[in-house]
Every structure is written in structure tokens, then in C-alpha cells.
């Protein structure tokens, strides 16, 4: 380091606020500091603001309809379609203008561009092949599939006949595949053959095909072909069809996009929470999309002449709302690639702004701890220039890693959103305006304007700045799930309970994170307070993972809980109680690996698996699950006199320092 980085690291270290550079909040899409005021006088009118982004078939009557709470409407009787929006309405306009770029892993070079009449295209064909199939509106269609174009063009194809989507990320296994097809009874399913991670291809057919034989009902396959002749040359069924031969057995069709109820599903999201049952998570048509392109405008700041890189992954709710919805409802160009951001160098993810001159780059903090450890000749090597503003999502991103991202791909000249939302939210609800407020490393900033969350205490009364407490919703927004799937006690139960009042017809939604709020009213996410672990952004669910450990053969009992890693924000720790005439040995340790990897997925991979001859619990029975985790950290271990077998502890104590 040269004497000039040695004194910017130390003013950097010290800063604790940042003002967005002036180059930025001239042009930016919110520019007046009057919108937060305007916006909670004047709720929840001001969320016309955000159904008039998008265009409607037949005007809606009322904005929002509470009466049935916490069952909202939003836009009540308005008629829409989000394909329409994202395709059809840009075509006079902006036609030959690019709409996805897509960058494959660089093994054959295979990039794609669509222009917006190309994508209109060829999602007008596949969907005349998905109704070809049978596809009527309302069936729920499932995608299981990696990076490539076809995603984004089968969620549009969907869109546009009125078949909500469930997206089933690829790196989940064969079998939370089938649990989600079953739990939604889905009827269709878009895969693909495989595809390349780190220069080598994959074979996601042979997983498909193995989700499929766990399925309870028949299914219809659309299968694309990424791998051509690196294919593994699996023959489809007569239940499978290629995408490209349906396609193109519909080449030059349109087809009428279908007018969507604002209400109407648009999809599906399978997500984690406490108990071992993914989550369905029901988004809307008018309420989702309005949500998804107002938080793209004000707060990626996107515009119609931007090439915006997002590098989440579509299987996850980043990537529904930032990569596809809100880019396309704009107008923007949007980026989509496959692989890794370290193949074949750890440069890929420059390699790619500076090529495509990206202007806005949302990432997870995850990732940033990663180039920060890879160091910062990666980003040195490339022109960053072109990009304007960055963005974080999925955990708390720590002070000096935020000041990383500033400094080494901002280069000091781009604010950065810290944006706190999830799946159930639909877009972003906490995080500065970047053209208006200032920032704080480590905080996500107050919430948008229009959004109402308060941190409260056990009792649901405010706490005070600086103390800890949870995070709350206490006024509805359009971009809200509505239900969970076919369940609207699980609904209830899972996000309603703890601070509504019922009797006095009084509704709060409880994120189940927890946080802290400081005298400006900047809001520090804490980290969720159920038994979900947050890996690399990725949420996962204890019981999840607990019971696909218990269904290897030899173990008796488990518990998993979340440990801090230095990279993934934080890893699984399992304890492991055997069976009767099993060994704790390697062997057992790998097959318990292997179980997870297999019930779940590579990213639900424990990192140390201890064993212990008892978990410590409770006189009531339950796990501690508290002191399980101050061993994974090496923490000093807390109070241990409501415990029934206290002594356990040291000993487990011993044995994760050993392993
Ligand atoms: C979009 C997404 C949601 C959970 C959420 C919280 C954590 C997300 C965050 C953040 C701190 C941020 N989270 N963004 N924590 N700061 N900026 O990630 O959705 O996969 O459903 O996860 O992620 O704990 O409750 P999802």
C-alpha cells in the first residue's frame, strides 16, 4: 500500500456517515426531500404513484381495500398484465432497443442479446407452445432451471396466458423439487438439460427427472437444451417436449395477453421458515409489479437508457424482482449471467461492467466480503467508470465491507442502497433514497417513504434508539404477499400473531428479524429471531435441514444452528446424537453431509458436524439452541442453570474444538 491508500483507509475507517456524490443527486429519479412527508400525509393515495408506472387494461376504483384485513386488496377491480408491461408497451418506443443481455460462462463464448422485440417475440411463441401443452390460466407452472435466457422468457410466457409461475432455484435438490411440484400441484415443469458451472457442464435433467418420479401426480415437461453436444444425452419422454421444437412450431405467433385481475396470482415463492414446510408465498399482479418497478426507479435509480447488472440468481425473489419485473417494467436494459463470479478469474464480475458498461450493480454482502478477500487488483484491472450507484441485499453488510465496495467498484463516486426487504415483501422496504439521504455504513437507512415500520419490544411498544428490538410493518403495502399458498391460518400464524390486535381490528406484520433504530430514525437490521440461517443470503430453516439429518441412517437426534463465517455471513453447525451401535466416525460425518446436500442442497451443507451423546435442553425438553451456537462461534457460553444437563455442554464444547 502506498502512504496516499494508507491515509484513505484510515479516513474511510473513521467515517461514519456519507452524502451522495452531487454528480448523482442531480440526475437522480428522487430528488426531493419532500416525498416522505407527502407520502405519509397523503396514504395510501401515494401509491398511485406507483400502479401509474405500469400500465392498465381497465382503471382500478379504489387503491386499497381493508376490510377484510390482513387479507389487503390493492387496486381494487384494476386489470392488467405483466408481460404486457414489461414487453408489448415498450415496443413503439424502444423496440429495437436491448431488453436482456444475457453472458453465459465463457466456455463457447455464448452471449445473447434480445432486443425488446426479439424477447416480445419469442415469449409470444413459447407461449403459444405452453397453451399447445395445456397450460390454461391459473395453472401453477414450476421452473427448475439455472441462468439462463429461457428462465426470464418462461416467467414472461407464463405472465402473459396467466399461469402464475413457481421458480424452484437449481441449486435446491431433487427432492425440494418435488416437495414444492406437490405442495403446489403443479402440473408443468421448465427444466433444462444442464448447464456449466466453472467450465465444466452439469447434468440438471438427471436431478429433474429424479424430483419427477417423487411427484404425486402426472407432469408435462418442457425441456431446453443448453448443453447441445456437451449434452449427457438423456432421451426425453413422451411426457417431455424440446423448447425449441415447441417453440418454433409456433414461430410468428402472438398471442393476446391475458387481462389480470390486480388481485390475480402472478406467482409462487417456496421460502423457509420455522417449521419443516417451505413456505408458499403468493404475489400478485398489480400490487407486486407497481412495487417492483417504483422501488427500481427510486431506489436502483433505473432508467430506460441504463444496462443494469443485478448477479442474483432468478430462483430467488432478488432475481424475480430486480433481474426481471422491475428492470423490464421500466424500460431498462437488464443483465442476467450464469456461473461464477470466480471463473474463470476473479475478475468475471468487472469483466462484465466494464465490458457492457454497466450503470448500477446490486449484489449480496456475501459476495462483497468474498472480492474484498480476493483483493482489490481484481477490480483494478477494469474501467468501472460507467457505474452510478451500487447496491447490497440479502444480509446486514458490516461497515468495512460496505467501505470496500465504495471505495474499490464505486470509487467514491456512487452512493450504495442497503436494502433490507424479503420473499413475503416483494421489493425493497428499508434503505435510503439514494439521491436524497445520507449514509451509514451498517445501516440500512430509514424505511421508503410510505412504509411504516417500527422497532418494537416484546409488548409491541417502540423502543428507543439505540436499544434492540424487532422489526415491524405496521401499515400494508401494495408489493405484500397476500397468503401463503392455500393456507391463510399458516399466514395468520406465521406473520400476524405476535403484535396485531384483532379485536381492535389492528394488524402488524412481524418480518421475524430483529433490529435497532437510531436518533435519525436509521434502521440496523440485527439478523433474523426464528430458527432461519441466513448463508450467503440464502434463507434456510433449521427444521429443514434438522430433518434431513435425522433421515440418515445411525443418527438418532439433531440440531443445526447458524455460526458466523467469515464469507457466507453464516455457516450450519450440526450436533449429532447417534443410534445405538453406530460409530461417530468420517464415514457416518460424510453420509451426513451427503443427506443434506441431497434433501436440500449444496448450500444447506453443514460445516462441522460434532457428535455428542446429548443436545442440552431445557427442564421443558427444548434445545438450546442458544448455547449450540456460542460454541460454533468460540463464544464465551451464556447462562446454563435452566438447563437439565448442564455439563453436557463443555463436553460438546471439547469435542467441536477437536473435530
Ligand atoms: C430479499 C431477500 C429475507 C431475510 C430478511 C433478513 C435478511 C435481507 C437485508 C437483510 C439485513 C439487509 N436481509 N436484506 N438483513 N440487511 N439489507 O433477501 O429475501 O431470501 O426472503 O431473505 O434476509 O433477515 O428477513 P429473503
Redesign the pocket.
Known amino acids: 500500500m502506498t502512504d496516499g491508500d494508507v491515509e484513505l483507509e484510515a479516513r474511510l475507517a473513521e467515517q461514519e456517515a456519507f452524502d451522495p456524490p452531487e454528480s448523482f443527486t442531480t440526475q437522480a429519479n428522487a430528488a426531493d426531500p419532500a416525498i416522505y412527508e407527502e407520502f405519509e400525509e397523503n396514504w395510501p393515495e401515494c401509491w398511485e404513484q406507483a400502479a401509474d408506472l405500469i400500465e392498465w387494461f381497465e382503471d382500478y376504483d379504489e387503491v386499497l381495500d381493508e376490510s377484510d384485513a390482513p387479507f389487503y386488496e390493492w387496486f381494487v377491480n384494476g386489470k392488467t398484465n405483466a408481460s404486457y408491461n414489461c414487453l408489448d408497451r415498450h415496443l413503439n418506443e424502444r423496440g429495437d432497443k436491448v431488453a436482456l443481455e444475457w453472458i453465459g460462462e465463457p466456455v463457447d463464448e455464448d452471449n445473447r442479446s434480445f432486443t425488446y422485440e426479439e424477447l416480445y417475440q419469442e415469449v409470444n411463441e413459447f407461449a403459444a407452445g405452453l397453451r399447445e401443452i395445456g397450460v390454461e390460466e391459473d395453472d401453477v407452472v414450476t421452473m427448475y432451471m439455472p441462468m439462463v435466457p429461457e428462465l426470464t422468457i418462461a416467467l414472461l410466457a407464463c405472465a402473459r396466458i396467466g399461469a402464475p409461475h413457481s421458480v424452484v432455484f437449481a441449486g435446491f435438490s431433487a427432492d425440494a423439487l418435488a416437495t414444492r411440484m406437490n405442495a403446489a400441484s403443479s402440473e408443468h415443469l421448465i427444466t433444462c438439460d444442464g448447464y456449466y458451472r466453472r467450465g465444466d457442464p452439469l447434468d440438471h435433467l438427471k436431478k429433474a427427472n429424479e424430483g419427477l418420479d417423487g411427484v404425486d401426480h402426472s407432469v408435462e415437461t418442457v425441456v431446453v437444451d443448453r448443453l447441445g453436444d456437451d449434452g449427457f444425452g438423456h432421451d426425453l419422454t413422451d411426457a417431455q417436449t424440446g423448447y425449441a421444437e415447441l417453440r418454433t412450431a409456433h414461430e410468428g405467433e402472438t398471442v393476446e395477453p391475458v387481462h389480470r385481475d390486480a388481485e390475480d396470482m402472478l406467482f409462487l415463492m417456496y421460502?423457509s421458515g420455522t417449521t419443516g414446510q417451505p413456505k408458499g408465498v403468493k404475489h400478485t399482479t398489480g400490487g407486486y409489479l407497481s412495487w417492483a418497478a417504483w422501488t427500481s426507479q427510486n431506489v436502483l435509480d433505473l432508467k430506460p437508457e441504463d444496462t443494469y447488472f443485478c448477479s442474483a440468481d432468478i430462483g430467488?425473489?432478488?432475481g424475480h424482482?430486480y433481474i426481471v419485473y422491475g428492470p423490464l417494467a421500466l424500460g431498462t436494459t437488464t443483465m442476467m449471467y450464469e456461473g461464477t463470479p470466480d471463473y474463470p478469474d476473479k475478475d468475471r464480475l468487472w469483466d462484465i461492467v466494464e465490458s457492457y458498461e454497466a450503470t448500477q450493480l446490486y449484489t449480496?454482502?456475501t459476495a462483497i466480503r468474498a472480492f474484498m478477500k480476493w483483493g482489490k487488483e481484481h477490480p483494478e484491472k477494469h474501467d468501472l467508470s460507467s457505474l452510478r450507484l451500487l447496491g447490497?441485499?440479502?444480509?446486514?453488510?458490516n461497515p468495512r465491507a460496505w467501505k470496500w465496495y465504495y471505495k474499490h467498484i464505486g470509487n467514491e463516486e456512487c452512493p450504495i442502497v442497503?436494502?433490507?426487504?424479503?420473499?413475503?415483501?416483494g421489493g425493497m422496504m428499508?434503505?435510503t433514497l439514494p439521491g436524497i439521504k445520507t449514509m451509514k455504513p451498517g445501516s440500512?437507512g430509514p424505511p421508503l417513504p410510505g412504509v411504516d415500520v417500527r422497532i418494537v419490544n416484546a409488548a409491541g411498544e417502540e423502543v428507543e434508539a439505540g436499544q434492540a428490538g424487532y422489526l415491524t410493518v405496521q401499515k400494508p403495502w401494495p408489493g405484500m404477499l397476500r397468503t401463503l399458498y392455500q393456507n391463510d391460518e399458516r399466514f395468520i400464524s406465521e406473520y400476524w400473531q405476535e403484535y396485531s390486535d384483532p379485536e381492535e381490528d389492528k394488524w402488524v406484520y412481524f418480518?421475524?428479524?430483529g433490529a435497532k433504530i437510531d436518533t435519525d430514525g436509521y434502521i440496523t437490521?440485527?439478523?433474523?429471531v426464528d430458527d432461519?440461517i441466513?448463508v450467503s443470503?440464502?434463507?434456510l430453516g433449521t427444521m429443514e435441514i434438522e430433518s434431513a439429518i435425522v433421515g440418515v441412517e445411525g443418527v438418532a437426534e439433531a440440531a443445526v444452528v447458524g455460526g458466523n463465517h467469515e464469507i457466507k455471513g453464516e455457516a450450519v453447525y450440526a450436533y449429532v446424537i447417534t443410534e445405538d451401535g453406530y460409530e461417530e466416525n468420517e464415514e457416518l460425518r460424510s453420509r451426513i453431509v451427503a443427506g443434506v446436500n441431497e434433501a436440500i442442497g449444496p448450500i444447506a451443507k453443514p460445516e462441522s458436524v460434532v457428535f455428542t451423546p446429548e443436545l442440552p435442553k431445557t427442564r421443558s425438553g427444548k434445545i438450546m439452541r442458544r448455547l449450540l451456537e456460542n460454541i460454533a462461534n468460540k463464544e464465551e457460553i451464556g447462562n446454563t442453570s435452566t438447563l437439565r444437563n448442564p455439563e453436557i455442554v463443555t463436553e460438546i464444547q471439547q469435542k467441536a474444538q477437536n473435530n
Open positions: 421460502t430467488w425473489i432478488t424482482s449480496a454482502p447490497t441485499v440479502g444480509e446486514p453488510i442497503d436494502t433490507w426487504w424479503q420473499t413475503e415483501t428499508i434503505t440500512a418480518p421475524e428479524d437490521v440485527l439478523g433474523r432461519v441466513n443470503g440464502h434463507r
